[in-house]
């Protein structure tokens, strides 16, 4: 498999180099960014949510950044060994408000970043109030700790679900909400929660709505119990280490018949985090997409996987999976303009490049990894 070790460059800033040189810009304008985070007074951050894929994520770019960080995970889905060295971690579950609001009281965060929460679309359509429980229930009590404790930033990870089978695309803000599963309905009710908040105890907030995060930094990666993502599965069907793929619907009124989605790094969206925390010193709210405003079809993604592995993806045809909307693809044009954030992945192949150098590096992930 071809290696992009200059993605390396991405987080930790070492000397790297691509065969190509294609990353050398790439780390030029992760400066960019860092210029823009540059006018951030260190700041302590709580992160709920920080052992999992995104949470870790950006709790490594808080720390580059010299923020401090502690995390609120229950372990259900996240990983300890996600965490960046350092970090303290409370296991907790956000549905404990008595412990949140004791955690909140101790820690008094200048800012919380809310990625707890379970977020699986297919799962949704089966359990709904799994999803009403978790993330409706584990908002109110965030919120009410936040309160309490003299908090008064909070960004909340929200999804592109929230707009369900939208009218246009690229979606602006503007579009209206209507989710088609209840995973998308429960962050539509957290954001209005979080107005409510906003006006009743003037919490401010920052309500980031992801399209389809993917890719990895050197350290942290995607690691789910069971598998549920198209990249990584189909990076697992490629390399042998998976079943075939499952195309779920081939009948949609798409290019190809297929879903499309706008895929965005994971650190390019934690980076946008750290530039909405800053922005929330001088706003009341933000409401944001995150994406990279291009749509990719699950076939177009399974060609991507091909060119970056060197081989094939092995795939059938299967039914649609209930709740997904055919096209989700992000106007991203407010987060540019508002946080003068840009995305450096701006292509699908370097973002699965990363997601295959993690996946070669973790080939059984974070707790499995091998011992000999
Ligand atoms: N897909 C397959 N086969 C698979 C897995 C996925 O065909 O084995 C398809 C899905 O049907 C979908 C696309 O690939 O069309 C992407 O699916 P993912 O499961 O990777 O991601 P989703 O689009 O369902 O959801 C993700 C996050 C949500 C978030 C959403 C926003 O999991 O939390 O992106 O677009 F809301």
């Not at 592109?160 to 089978?165: K, Q, R």
């Not at 944001?288 to 993806?313: D, K, P, Y």
Request: include cysteine; hydrophobic fraction near 35%.
């Amino acid at each position: 498999m071809r290696r992009i070790e200059g993605t390396r460059t991405l987080v930790h800033g070492q000397q790297a180099m691509h065969e190509s040189g294609q990353l050398q810009s790439s780390k030029h304008n992760h400066s960019l960014t860092r210029k823009a985070g540059a006018n951030l007074r260190a700041m302590h951050v709580l992160v709920t949510g920080g052992a999992g894929y995104i949470g870790s994520v950006t709790c490594e770019v808080l720390q580059e950044h010299r923020h401090t960080v502690c995390v609120v995970d229950d372990l259900s889905r996240g990983h300890r060994a996600a965490i960046p060295p350092g970090v303290p971690l409370e296991v907790c579950s956000i549905l404990d408000a008595e412990r949140m609001r004791a955690i909140l009281e101790r820690e008094r965060p200048d800012g919380v970043l809310h990625f707890a929460a379970s977020s699986l679309v297919g799962e949704s359509m089966r359990d709904p109030g799994l999803y009403f429980r978790n993330n409706v229930g584990g908002m109110v009590s965030l919120l009410d700790a936040c309160v309490e404790a003299g908090c008064r930033r909070v960004l909340l990870s929200s999804s592109a679900a929230t707009y369900g089978d939208p009218d246009e695309v690229p979606i602006p803000e503007e579009a209206p909400t209507r989710p088609t599963n209840p995973y998308g309905e429960s962050k539509r009710i957290c954001e209005q929660m979080l107005e409510w908040y906003r006006r009743v105890h003037g919490i401010r907030y920052g309500s980031l709505r992801y399209f389809n995060a993917a890719g990895a930094s050197v350290e942290r990666g995607e690691d789910h119990e069971p598998e549920t993502h198209l990249i990584p599965l189909a990076l697992q069907a490629a390399l042998g280490s998976g079943n075939a793929l499952r195309v779920f619907g081939t009948d949609y009124q798409t290019e190809d018949g297929t879903c499309v989605r706008d895929y965005i790094h994971v650190v390019d969206l934690a980076e946008a985090h750290l530039l909405t925390l800053e922005k929330l010193q001088a706003t009341e709210r933000l409401v944001l997409n995150l994406g990279n405003g291009s749509g990719f079809s699950v076939l177009e993604v399974i060609r991507a996987v091909e060119a970056v592995t060197g081989r094939t993806v092995p795939w059938s045809a299967a039914p649609r999976r209930e709740g997904d909307p055919p096209r989700l693809v992000a106007s991203s044009a407010r987060a540019r303009e508002v946080l003068g954030w840009r995305p450096q992945f701006d292509s699908l192949e370097r973002i699965v490049q990363t997601a295959a150098d993690w996946m070669q590096e973790h080939p059984r992930g974070y707790e499995r990894e091998p011992t000999g």
